[in-house]
């Protein structure tokens, strides 16, 4: 704001100083040529009406002479003055407009506008550093699970884009380069009801800086990274940075899920999905047997080539520069794999799997394609790069596809908006394959076709009145109560409750004897429509102790009475 | 030398000077403190005010502070002698002269300061 302030002054100086200048000048000139009053007696105009005078000559020409008609010499000043007067106030206005249709001045007024709306926030929100294809899958996801975003982009075009995407919130968008500190504060950086920072824009170089910065201006706040390179990641790490994801570490962990618990693995598809309307994806089961192809040995290729080798699979790389990026201990087979030639010295006739992960959307499609003329039955993996390529590459149809934007878009977005389900997840990691399956099969039992939806419950005074007076009046409320129907409480609801937390402990899928305490929260997983009723039984008095007791309770006093005599 | 600087000190000293000019004499006599005096004395310090628009150092704010501080003075002034000559018909009475004259020798005080801002700046540009 002060920026503009200043702005305006300093060029509206010249323009105010000629125009101090003509109107004295002009005051001074009718106060000192002689006049004549209506009898003809030399007369001085003073200064009240000179000022006058001038002021209306100048801006609107015409209101007669006054008080007394002019002489000729008074009009030949006043002809002069008039010019010169309407030269400076046009020189003045012009100025200001000039300066209105400044693009710096625009620039600094529309900034120092959003820091203005940033500072007046007054719930809490998130600031999400770069709107590229992470970014702007991010905003959509926290924005529909009805958390605030504000959003910093270094290119003013994909600034505006977030305007057309018709998100459900307001998502106030700095114009700017995320790696300068004073635009991370301008954003709310600084802001005490400032969550966490998100640094995902497309360079490493970048996010850390970001992080750097967000650590030693708000030691308290969350700071999420995305980072594709070890080494950021080490020094990330190295100043407290809390969560860092790296696209390419992540999948490999997903496909060795895959591989060692497919049923996990489909379990946290349909969980972290998001989009309600999307359907269930089908389990995927890599092979264990026969030897993978690897196409591409950069960090994608290093990250998965890890993980295959620890689950004893074998390995055959494809690199088309292994001077440059290095080569695993059993060599290297040279070419892009785009060739059937390459495959084919890959023994790609005997191979089960093959990953296509080069950094081009094109070789990778390539790859597949040809893989899959000469080997029918081969499990693919494709890499996605950029989005836009999602046509074609769902076309090539692929058992599974690495999209890394998509993959760390999702993963931001469940740990903030759900953070229960983010530490279900990573629960569940230590549960066997078995557990899983028997869940998917209830959720599969629940949903239909159609992904589940998840809703944190937190019991207190807002979410679940009802549990909270019968807790109060010291009676007990058990899990499995709050799951039957409040129309027919012999039928239970459509809905698994997957966790408890309570303080500092997690229970997964608790049993319906569990008793619920106040300010437990809960992670619900149900089909569409399940969750109304879920509600009932939350928030009203009435519902809750007919689960419970089976009782209907009799309110109004004319029904007691009624109750009462039908009784005796 | 820089040009900006000597235009401003010019103008401060010259509305420290001229509104000097207007105050002195007796402070009731309406012959000693001719109307032309406060109308330059009035025109310059508006420029001298206007000069220090958009000036982000801590000596431009405070120069502006005060050079507005004496137009706020001034234009009192001008407004009294105004009022007292052409609206109410009074004249100008010692009561009227001496208001107008005092409010004068406020402005100038805020003038000295300015002039004394302006001295310690240079001085202390000289070290």
């Known amino acids: 704001m002060d920026n503009i302030v200043f702005l305006i002054l300093r060029r509206m100086r010249r323009p105010l100083i000629t125009l101090t200048l003509v109107y004295s000048i002009s005051v001074l000139g009718l106060v000192l040529i002689p006049g004549q009053d209506a009898d003809g007696n ?59 249709q400044d693009k710096t001045f625009q620039q600094a007024r529309a900034e120092s506008k959003l820091a203005r709306k940033i500072r007046n926030l007054t719930e809490p929100f998130y600031l999400i550093c770069g709107y590229g294809e992470t970014g702007s899958v991010l905003v959509r996801g926290l924005t529909d699970c009805c958390q605030h975003v504000v959003v910093i982009e270094i290119d003013e075009q994909r600034s505006h884009l977030v305007r057309l995407e018709s998100l459900r919130d307001y998502v106030p968008v700095l114009h700017g380069d995320a790696e300068k500190p004073l635009h991370l504060q301008e954003a709310g950086l600084e802001h005490p009801l400032c969550r966490a920072v998100v640094a995902v824009t497309n360079s490493n170089e970048v996010n850390l800086k970001i992080a750097i910065t967000s650590k030693l201006l708000h030691p308290d706040i969350t700071v999420i990274c995305r980072s594709d390179s070890h080494d950021v990641e ?10 860092i994801f790296d696209p390419y570490d992540t999948f490999a962990t997903y496909l060795d899920t895959a591989l060692r618990v497919p049923c996990l693995y489909l379990l ?23 030897h993978w192809i690897v196409c591409g040995y950069g960090e994608f290729g290093k990250a998965v080539y890890e993980r295959l080798k620890n689950e004893g699979i074998e390995v055959k790389v494809i690199e088309a520069d292994p001077e440059k990026m290095g080569a695993p201990e059993e060599g290297v087979i040279e070419g892009r794999g785009t060739e059937a030639d390459t495959l084919l010295e890959a023994n790609i006739e005997q191979a089960s799997g093959l990953i296509a992960g080069t950094n081009n959307d094109a070789n990778n499609l390539s790859i597949v394609v040809t893989a899959r003329d000469l080997n029918p039955e081969l499990f693919t993996i494709v890499r996605q790069n950029h989005s836009e390529n999602s046509a074609i590459i769902d076309a090539a149809d692929a058992d599974m596809v690495m999209q890394p934007s998509k993959i760390i878009a999702d993963k931001i977005r469940v740990l903030l908006g759900t953070p229960m389900l983010y530490q279900f997840i990573s629960r569940a990691y230590n549960e066997q394959n078995d557990w899983a399956c028997e869940l998917i099969s209830r959720i599969s039992a629940l949903v239909g076709e159609h992904v589940p939806r998840l809703e944190e419950i937190t019991i207190d005074q807002n ?33 698994i409750v997957l966790m408890l937390e309570r303080q500092d402990e997690h229970i997964l899928l608790p049993s319906p004897e569990t008793e ?10 149900t089909g569409r429509q399940g969750f109304t009723r879920l509600h009932w039984n939350l928030q009203h008095d009435d519902n809750l102790s007919y689960v419970r007791t089976g009782q209907v309770v009799k309110r109004g006093w004319l029904w007691r009475k009624f109750s009462k005599k039908m009784k005796s | 030398m820089n040009p900006e600087k000597v235009v401003f000190g010019f103008f401060i000293v010259l509305s420290l000077t001229l509104n000097f000019g207007f ?39 405070v120069l502006l502070a005060t050079s507005l501080a004496a137009i706020l003075q001034l234009i009192a002034a001008t407004l009294v002698w105004t009022i007292a000559v052409h609206v109410s018909g009074a004249g100008l009475t010692p009561v009227v002269m001496a208001s107008i004259v005092s409010l004068s020798g406020g402005a100038m005080l805020a003038n000295v300061i300015s002039v004394i801002l302006l001295i310690i700046e240079t001085v202390m540009l000289r070290r």
């Open chain 2, 23 to 61: 105050f002195v004499g007796e402070l009731d006599n309406p012959d000693h403190h001719h109307v032309y005096e406060l109308f330059a004395v009035l025109v310059v310090n508006l420029i001298a005010t206007i000069l220090k628009f958009g000036d982000r150092s801590q000596m431009g704010a």
């Open chain 1, 516 to 525: 619920i305490k106040k300010d437990d929260r809960l992670l619900v997983c």
């Open chain 1, 234 to 243: 080490k020094n990330m790490a190295s100043f407290g940075t809390d969560y």
């Open chain 1, 463 to 495: 979410y679940a009145q009802a549990i909270v007076n019968t807790i109060n009046r010291d009676e007990t409320v058990l899990l499995g109560d709050l799951l039957r129907d409040p129309w027919h409480r012999d039928n239970e609801l459509n809905c």
């Open chain 1, 42 to 100: 030399l007369w001085h105009m003073d200064f009240f009406h000179a000022f006058y005078f001038v002021s209306y000559m100048s801006t609107t020409i015409g209101f007669g002479e006054i008080p007394y008609a002019f002489t000729d010499a008074q009009r030949l000043w006043v002809t002069l003055s008039m010019y010169a007067g309407v030269i400076a106030w046009l020189y003045a206005f012009g100025t200001i407009l000039t300066l209105l």
């Open chain 1, 268 to 290: 946290q598809t349909w969980l972290i999905s998001g989009n309600e309307e999307q359907e269930l994806d089908e389990p995927v089961y890599p092979p264990k047997e026969g």
